[in-house]
């Protein structure tokens, strides 16, 4: 079981910043990589980065080189650093954390917080 809380969302500018961040509880020692998904109305949700416990990052094309996802592995808190962001950006996003028990993977969910940027 791995609880994740979420904050940093909000109303920015085209062009401007903002900062997400994910903090795990719980059955945390079973997790192995924490990331961010966003889902815009009518849309399909989609991964934007994830990262893994040894470090190592993915992006999904769209946010490369504006986005940067983090993660302070004592405190089991993930952040998003989300630059130049556009209207497009515009979205849900979710937490997630990926977790193994024995060869099972579980999938967890934080709640969500809106992102909303004006063109």
């Known amino acids: 079981q791995v609880q994740l809380v979420e904050s940093g969302g909000g109303l920015v500018q085209a062009g401007g910043s903002l900062r997400l961040s994910c903090t795990a509880s719980?059955?945390?020692?079973?997790?192995?990589?924490m990331g961010w998904y966003r889902q815009a109305p009518g849309k399909q949700r989609e991964v934007v980065a994830f990262?893994?416990?040894?470090?190592?990052?993915n992006y999904v094309d769209s946010v490369k080189g504006r986005f940067t996802i983090s993660r302070d592995n004592a405190g089991n808190t993930v952040y998003l650093q989300m630059n130049s962001l556009k209207f497009e950006d515009t979205a849900v996003y979710y937490c997630?954390?990926?977790?193994?028990?024995?060869?099972?993977?579980?999938?967890?969910w934080g709640q969500g917080t809106q992102v909303t940027v004006s063109s």
């Open positions: 997630n954390a990926r977790s193994k028990y024995g060869l099972s993977f579980l999938n967890h």
């Open positions: 719980g059955n945390t020692f079973s997790v192995f990589s």
């Open positions: 990262i893994l416990s040894g470090g190592s990052t």
